[in-house]
T-cell receptor, first 116, second 118 residues
């Protein structure tokens, strides 16, 4: 069964607008972490933001925020004031448990294209 | 600066030959490293977990005799694709996690290696 689901293969957004990238997850572990990464065409994986299962508040990092709805098992990424440089693939990922020595499981990704 | 150095960034080899990819942790000693594979327009799939001083743990469906992993030091893990075939052409990317990392520690990725087998 898919543990991380990203239902939007591609998204378009106008420059300076906000965009939401969807992510739902499935786990029975009460302790888990959710991560978002950006992958430009160069292939590098850039860490954007993290949300822990016990965090009471939604995570924010600059223009990135995470809309965490635990009951719905969703962790959507919100990018505000989109820039042309935001065009890339975006991956949602999860780590189960509370140790950092486990791998991440990735969703299928969403390709975001920012239009001028 | 970069936390992980991966080399080479791209390689073209002939079918039947072997290719070695290196992954170095630059900022900390990494007892655990992860190797992922990414086919075009697809997600990252975990291949194996590399453990310093012990055998790697491979994911289901990944041939351990074909994808040899050596984690001989706390800063270096290597992935050798043996007897490469065109279907092994892919983007291989390694990642490291700090040894004292807790659940909120992100994985730090290398820049990846694009392998093309002709």
């Amino acid at each position: 069964a898919q543990k991380i689901t990203q239902t939007q293969p591609g998204m378009f957004v106008q420059e300076k607008e906000a965009v939401t990238l969807d992510c739902t997850y499935d786990t029975s572990d009460p302790s888990y972490g959710l991560f978002w990464y950006k992958q430009p065409s160069s292939g590098e994986m850039i860490f954007l933001i993290y949300q822990g299962s016990y965090d009471q508040q939604n995570a924010t990092e600059g223009r990135y925020s995470l809309n965490f709805q635990k009951a719905r098992k969703s962790a959507n990424l919100v990018i505000s004031a989109s820039q042309l440089g935001d065009s890339a693939m975006y991956f949602c990922a999860m780590r189960e448990g509370d140790t950092g020595r486990r791998a991440l499981t990735f969703g299928s990704g969403t390709r975001l294209q920012v239009q001028p | 600066g970069a936390v992980v150095s991966q080399h080479p960034s791209w390689v073209i080899c002939k079918s039947g030959t072997s290719v070695k990819i290196e992954c170095r942790s630059l900022d900390f000693q990494a007892t655990t490293m992860f190797w992922y594979r990414q086919f075009p327009k697809q997600s990252l799939m975990l291949m194996a977990t590399s453990n310093e001083g012990s055998k790697a743990t491979y994911e289901q469906g990944v041939e351990k005799d074909k994808f040899l992993i050596n984690h001989a030091s706390l800063t270096l893990s290597t992935l050798t694709v043996t007897s490469a075939h065109p279907e092994d052409s892919s983007f291989y990317i390694c990642s490291v996690t700090p040894p004292t990392g807790v659940g909120n520690s992100p994985l730090h990725f290398g820049n990846g290696t694009r392998l093309t087998v002709t």
